[in-house]
């Protein structure tokens, strides 16, 4: 976690973020499309069925995308909800049991990616980690950089799903005038998106980082 590129400065942040750019395109995030389309068709079923909202498509929605990104098989990612919220529970909790379960669940995030990310070093497939781990020879991301990299969008995708489902359940449920407004007039689904991420968002991180240099300086 503390060594991932949310936590590093330039120039291994600059390294990190441009090799990953390179390979975290435009294309591929619309080429998930379909594949997104898909998830929430499923999840649409499932609420229209006996299912309620957080459990049958807020909660599994966050994890299916970031898993189909990343190439993980959808039998696989139920079992990363748990590991990845343990793993990033430390970045709210520095208890002694809170970096025991982290640890834990590092291990096994770790050695899952590790042994993915091998898989499709000689099988590549058309996503995320197939792309990372077959990235130029000369310049790449090592064994350790390319399972920690895929390991934080992971726990992107899947810490967050607890958040993101109670954002978007708790927050229209708080303010039923705009969930009747939301439902009277659909094509605000955009707007509304974007304004649940400012009005309350999935992502509440606290940590100690400063300035490298006085950024004051006093007029003359």
Same mark, same amino acid.
């Given at each position: 976690?503390?060594?991932?590129?949310?936590?590093?400065?330039?120039?291994?942040?600059?390294?990190?973020?441009?090799?990953?750019?390179?390979?975290?395109?435009?294309? +591929?995030?619309?080429?998930? +499309?379909?594949?997104?389309?898909?998830?929430?068709?499923?999840?649409?079923?499932?609420?229209?069925?006996?299912?309620?909202?957080?459990?049958?498509?807020?909660?599994?929605?966050?994890?299916?995308?970031?898993?189909?990104?990343?190439?993980?098989?959808?039998?696989?990612?139920?079992?990363?909800?748990?590991?990845?919220?343990?793993?990033?529970?430390?970045?709210?909790?520095?208890?002694?049991?809170?970096?025991?379960?982290?640890?834990?669940? /590092?291990?096994?995030?770790?050695?899952?990616?590790?042994?993915?990310?091998?898989?499709? +070093?000689?099988?590549? /497939?058309?996503?995320?980690?197939?792309?990372?781990?077959? /990235?130029? /020879?000369?310049?790449?991301?090592?064994?350790?950089?390319?399972?920690?990299?895929?390991?934080?969008?992971?726990?992107?995708?899947?810490?967050?799903?607890?958040?993101?489902?109670?954002?978007?359940?708790?927050?229209?449920?708080?303010?039923?005038?705009?969930?009747?407004?939301?439902?009277?007039?659909?094509?605000?689904?955009?707007?509304?998106?974007?304004?649940?991420?400012?009005?309350?968002?999935?992502?509440?991180?606290?940590?100690?980082?400063?300035?490298?240099?006085?950024?004051? +300086?006093?007029?003359?």
């Amino acid at each position: 976690m503390f060594g991932s590129i949310m936590m590093l400065n330039p120039p291994a942040h600059t390294r990190l973020r441009r090799l990953v750019s390179a390979c975290f395109t435009a294309r +591929r995030v619309a080429a998930l +499309r379909p594949a997104v389309e898909r998830i929430v068709a499923d999840g649409c079923d499932q609420i229209a069925g006996d299912s309620d909202f957080v459990t049958g498509f807020a909660t599994p929605l966050p994890v299916g995308v970031i898993g189909e990104l990343l190439g993980i098989p959808a039998a696989d990612r139920p079992m990363f909800t748990e590991l990845a919220r343990d793993w990033s529970a430390v970045l709210e909790e520095l208890s002694p049991q809170a970096m025991d379960r982290a640890d834990t669940a /590092a291990v096994v995030i770790a050695d899952y990616v590790a042994d993915l990310a091998e898989r499709r +070093r000689e099988h590549p /497939a058309d996503d995320l980690i197939s792309a990372m781990a077959a /990235a130029d /020879a000369a310049d790449r991301l090592t064994g350790d950089e390319l399972v920690t990299m895929a390991a934080l969008l992971l726990k992107a995708g899947c810490r967050d799903h607890d958040r993101a489902a109670v954002q978007l359940a708790w927050s229209l449920l708080a303010h039923p005038d705009q969930a009747a407004r939301l439902r009277a007039e659909p094509f605000l689904a955009i707007p509304a998106v974007e304004e649940l991420l400012r009005y309350d968002s999935p992502v509440q991180i606290l940590s100690g980082r400063s300035a490298p240099d006085d950024l004051y +300086r006093r007029r003359a």
